[in-house]
Every structure is written in C-alpha cells, then in structure tokens.
C-alpha cells in the first residue's frame, strides 16, 4: 500500500479554520484518499474519502491537490471536540478491503 | 442504534490463559476487521473477514485466531496470551469491499502479565 506522511502534531485557536496536510507522493490511480479522526477514549471515526475532485460533508471539507500527491483536511471553525488524532490514509479499491493506520496528526484546539 | 460492540472494555489476564474478546455488530455488514494499537505503530490490521466463513490474515496475525460463523459476530481469540500482546484492540465493520466508512468499536484494552 501506499504511504502517507502527516505533521505529528498541530495547534489550533478554538473557532478558527484548521488545515490539516498529507502527503502521498506515491498515491496510485486507483487509491482513494480516506480521513479518519480518533477522539480520546474511543474508536477511530469516519471523516471523510475522496478520489480527485474536492468533496465537502458536514463534518469537513478534503481539499485534494491536481497531481493528487497530496492532501488538505480542513475544519471549517475548530472545537475542543476536534481534538483528536486526524488519520490521512490510501486505500486501493481494487484491492483488499484493508486501512493502514499510520501515526496521524494529533490536533490540539486551544480555547 | 447502529453500533460495533466489543466486550470486555478492559481485561487483565496471565500469560498462557486463553481469551476471547467478542465483537458483534447490528449493521447487517459483509466486512468485518480487528486492529491492535500501539503507541507509536498507529493502528495495525490483524485479520480480517469478507463475509461469514471468510476470513484471512492482516498485517500482524500471529498469535491470533478468528471465526465467523455469523454475519453479526467476530470473536478474536487469543490460545496463548503473551506480553507482548498488550494493547489496544479495535473491531471495525463496513457493508462490503466495495463501500466506504469503517464503523469502529470502543476498544478492548488488553494486559497480559
């Protein structure tokens, strides 16, 4: 699978928009781009996918570059209930139905 | 309420001393997965299961076994528990292959001593 790499860890000021980065240089046609989030104490949580064009739901927008080497999860206005670790991960649907997890960003919303 | 359930929240068990640690799901879903996470290594796929008697070995699987003889349940079952096999676990189950979103359990917190 390809990889992801994301900042370790990143702040941001509570109401304010965040940009959370991915990098995957070695995306392949068929990868799509998938953003998990995991609060403290729980789960990890479906955040959203995408496969080229910019998608946007009620909990985020993906912003996602031409060449689609990267990525831009972006949270509109920050909450404290943001704060969690935000994973940037590639899934080839041609393949096994499998997630790599790796190490993500950890968000800090600061009140 | 559409949810994974795993139970126990939490379990502290002796080396040697088989466990099973239970998942069910009420979603109806095809794909069903286990995960183990650990500090620094992010979240890593032990097995997972396409649909009922299907099932196959994920990134790290040794010293784990699965069954899936119904749709809604995948136990993980641990024959002989090892140290090293403290960690985090996590159930996940989507509808098929095909589909997105992953709905994750609430974790199963492992000790073994």
């Known amino acids: 699978d390809a990889k992801t790499t994301q900042p370790n860890s990143m702040e941001s000021n509570e109401e304010e928009p965040v940009h959370l980065p991915c990098n995957h240089s070695?995306?392949?046609?068929?990868?799509?781009i998938h953003w998990y989030r995991q609060l403290p104490s729980q789960g990890p949580e479906y955040v959203i996918h995408g496969l080229t064009s910019n998608v946007n739901n009620r909990m985020a927008s993906l912003a996602i570059a031409e060449d689609r080497k990267s990525s831009t999860l972006i949270l509109h206005r920050a909450t404290l209930r943001d704060a969690a670790v935000y994973y940037c991960?590639?899934?080839?649907?041609?393949?096994?139905?499998?997630?790599?997890f790796g190490t993500g960003t950890r968000l800090t919303v600061i009140p | 309420e559409a949810q994974v359930t795993q139970n126990p929240r939490y379990l502290i068990t002796v080396t040697g001393k088989k466990l099973t640690v239970t998942c069910s799901q009420n979603?109806?879903?095809?794909?069903m997965s286990w995960y183990r996470q650990d500090p620094g290594l992010g979240l890593r796929q032990i097995y997972y299961?396409?649909?009922?008697?299907?099932?196959d070995k994920g990134d790290v699987p040794e010293g784990y076994k699965v069954s899936r003889k119904e749709k809604r349940n995948f136990p993980l079952i641990l024959e002989s528990p090892s140290p090293n096999q403290t960690s985090l676990y996590f159930c996940a189950s989507s509808p098929s292959i095909r589909l997105f979103g992953y709905t994750f359990g609430s974790g199963t917190r492992l000790t073994v001593v």
């Open positions: 991960i590639l899934r080839d649907q041609t393949g096994a139905n499998n997630l790599f």
């Open positions: 299961s396409m649909n009922v008697e299907v099932t």
């Open positions: 070695t995306i392949s046609g068929t990868d799509y």
């Open positions: 979603m109806n879903h095809e794909y």
